[in-house]
């Protein structure tokens, strides 16, 4: 089975810096894909980034980047020039591509809390 | 496209009662999901579909049931009502897209279910 761990439940950073949320999984498959999704207050799911993990190069989207290991099977997102707007819970996820059965296995969660 | 939307936002039922949770996308996806989410932990996959008239059950689909009778639609049903079912219930879809598949799950607001 499939695991991810969020090592770090609750992060709190001063506007305009950088953060990371870290992110490492298991499994023994070779062929998948990891997200992250943001949850503000107002409980919607929102994706923010993925990867596939058999694509080398980390996944960026604006502000938001990925650093991918996949030997050490981490994934952790950096959050540049931080803004009020990204405070929200983080949860990693992950999936295997398997036609017809794929499912997300989500971690715990990190509380990201943005300072004025 | 109104995405991904549930019925209904919020509801509080009595032990033994007995409700539906409906989900409904508009964006033709052949997968859809259940998911519920508790303090401490991330979502838990309940049941899933890949597509009309199809269901699967998930990591934790005791004292649920589900139903995809049209292809938008993808309904959780709970016929006797327990308080450890109090939780927050997201559902998601995702397009099968072949030949390239999307994986990514795209989430609707979640429904915030108490039992007494």
């Known amino acids: 089975a499939q695991t991810v761990t969020q090592s770090q439940p609750e992060m709190s950073v001063q506007e305009a810096e950088t953060v990371t949320l870290s992110c490492t999984y298991d499994?023994?498959?070779?062929?998948?894909?990891l997200f992250w999704y943001k949850q503000p207050p107002s409980r919607q799911m929102i994706l923010v980034i993925r990867?596939?993990?058999?694509?080398?190069q980390n996944a960026t989207e604006n502000r938001f980047s990925v650093n991918f290991q996949k030997a050490a099977k981490s994934f952790s997102l950096k959050i540049s020039d931080s803004q009020l707007g990204d405070t929200a819970m983080y949860f990693c996820?992950?999936?295997?591509?398997?036609?017809?059965?794929?499912?997300?296995?989500f971690g715990t969660g990190t509380r990201l809390t943005i300072i004025p | 496209n109104a995405g991904v939307t549930q019925t209904p936002k919020f509801r509080v039922l009595k032990t033994g009662q007995s409700m539906t949770l409906l989900c409904a996308q508009d964006m033709n996806h052949e997968y859809m999901y259940w998911y519920r989410q508790d303090p401490g932990m991330g979502l838990r996959l309940i049941h899933y579909?890949?597509?009309?008239?199809?269901?699967a059950k998930g990591e934790v689909p005791d004292g649920y049931n589900v139903s995809r009778l049209k292809k938008q639609n993808f309904l959780l049903g709970l016929e006797s009502a327990a308080p450890s079912q109090t939780s927050v219930y997201f559902c998601?879809?995702?397009?099968?897209?072949?030949?390239?598949?999307?994986?990514?799950?795209?989430f609707g607001p979640g429904t915030r279910l108490t039992v007494l």
């Open positions: 579909s890949v597509g009309e008239g199809t269901t």
């Open positions: 499994t023994s498959e070779s062929n998948y894909y």
């Open positions: 990867q596939e993990a058999y694509k080398q």
């Open positions: 998601a879809s995702s397009s099968s897209g072949l030949p390239v598949r999307t994986d990514t799950q795209y």
């Open positions: 996820a992950f999936m295997i591509p398997n036609f017809g059965n794929e499912k997300l296995t």
